[in-house]
């Protein structure tokens, strides 16, 4: 007969911390692994209704629906920074304009000083050249962390896709995997956890798709309304930042605003981006993401921007990206285990907005299954 060892409180606290530590400490060592595996992961779950199309409408082979399905995804991907650096490259060639338009702009600035602060041209000069020579040793570092960070972009840019097709391809054996790692008693409620994570998955990403047109639509119609040049380029800048929940859309006003700076010397148009990016911020908090996104993860605003700092602290922009998908899939788990289900209530948003609809849900499988 099975004897259940029941540890007191500290004992779990303790125990609880150190596995949170060791699991913290092994993303952050191994990100150069991790992080590409779990890019690929979440694209595969989107790209699997699409393989699983080819290979049982279109009757295609196994090997050639998942090859096929990652170079579409490859070419969708390729088309879009295309677009950007077709645009990129048109805005490089009014380079000459630009710089006359940034030093105007220095030049007022200079001029602010020193009715400001009583700071001639000359001083101002000297404190620049004393703030110059002092960073250049932070900057040469910069420099060297730019260019790891290029070349780490790059490989997973050649191996997302490879882990992708290679997902898709031996999909079924890691499911015969998992199965294998529980008794069969509790197979019922696997295949409902994964179920569910693969329409939350599915429904999340392609509710970021959605997000993203629109945002970028409405962000070029604004900017051009005001009459800002590489209109189309920045909404679409700003649709891609915007993938990164809270921080994306300041990121993306801010380069914008610097676009602004050296495309012409009238300041007044930086108000009209500011409305811009206000206005298009106000649609999309408050109409795309409670429906579109936030309705397919369920995960409430404050562990979603502790998740979104770990994630940037752990694995960088990928990292902030791959938060809230990834708290998404364990409070799934959570919620089906009954020692767990506590801490999903924590990470899951329970206003009253939705509670008629909480109601309404099947209830959950009381058995646990084993660790």
Same mark, same amino acid.
């Given at each position: 007969m099975k004897q259940t060892v029941q540890f007191p409180f500290y004992a779990k606290f303790a125990l609880i911390l150190f596995i949170i530590v060791s699991v913290t400490a092994l993303l952050y060592l191994g990100q150069s692994v991790i992080v590409p595996l779990l890019m690929a992961l979440l694209f595969a779950i989107l790209l699997r209704p699409v393989a699983n199309f080819m290979e049982k409408k279109m009757k295609m082979p196994h090997v050639l629906a998942c090859l096929l399905t990652v170079v579409l995804f490859v070419v969708f991907i390729g088309g879009i920074f295309?677009?950007?650096?077709?645009?990129?490259?048109?805005?490089?060639?009014?380079?000459?304009? +630009?710089?006359?338009? *940034?030093?105007?702009? &220095?030049?007022? @600035?200079?001029?602010?000083?020193?009715?400001? !602060?009583?700071?001639?041209?000359?001083?101002?000069?000297?404190?620049i050249s004393k703030a110059a020579d002092s960073s250049l040793d932070s900057?040469?570092?910069?420099?060297?962390?730019?260019?790891?960070?290029?070349?780490?972009?790059? +490989?997973?840019?050649? *191996?997302?896709?490879? &882990?992708?097709? @290679?997902?898709?391809?031996?999909?079924?054996? !890691?499911?015969?995997?998992?199965?294998?790692?529980?008794?069969?008693?509790?197979?019922?409620?696997?295949?409902?956890?994964?179920a569910t994570i693969k329409v939350?998955?599915?429904?999340?990403?392609?509710?970021?798709?959605?997000?993203?047109?629109?945002?970028?639509?409405?962000?070029?119609?604004? @900017?051009?309304i005001i009459g800002m040049k590489y209109a189309i380029l920045l909404g679409v800048i700003t649709g891609l930042l915007n993938l990164i929940p809270y921080i994306g859309i300041l990121i993306a006003g801010i380069l914008t605003i610097v676009a602004s700076l050296t495309g012409t010397t009238d300041l007044s148009i930086i108000v009209g981006i500011i409305v811009v990016n206000v206005v298009v911020q106000l649609i999309d908090n408050n109409l795309l993401v409670p429906m579109i996104v936030s309705s397919k993860v369920e995960i409430n605003a404050i562990a979603s921007i502790v998740g979104i700092i770990i994630g940037?602290?752990?694995?960088?922009?990928?990292?902030?990206?791959l938060a809230i998908p990834i708290m998404a899939i364990i409070k799934v788990?959570?919620?089906?285990?009954?020692?767990?289900?506590?801490?999903?209530?924590?990470?899951?948003?329970?206003?009253?907005?939705n509670f008629q609809w909480r109601k309404k849900r099947p209830e959950k499988p009381q058995a646990t299954p084993e660790a």
């Open positions: 295309y677009f950007i650096s077709i645009q990129v490259v048109e805005m490089a060639n009014d380079w000459n304009t +630009m710089k006359t338009n *940034l030093m105007q702009h &220095y030049h007022n @600035l200079q001029a602010y000083v020193k009715d400001t !602060f009583e700071l001639d041209r000359d001083q101002q000069e000297q404190l900057g040469t570092s910069m420099v060297s962390t730019t260019l790891v960070s290029f070349s780490d972009t790059m +490989m997973n840019l050649v *191996l997302i896709p490879i &882990y992708i097709f @290679l997902i898709l391809l031996y999909r079924n054996h !890691f499911i015969k995997f998992l199965c294998k790692l529980f008794n069969e008693k509790h197979h019922e409620k696997l295949q409902q956890i994964l939350s998955v599915q429904s999340y990403i392609i509710g970021l798709m959605i997000e993203f047109v629109i945002v970028s639509v409405l962000t070029s119609v604004g @900017l051009m940037g602290i752990l694995g960088g922009i990928s990292g902030m990206f788990i959570f919620d089906r285990i009954d020692s767990l289900e506590p801490w999903g209530y924590l990470l899951g948003d329970d206003l009253p907005r």
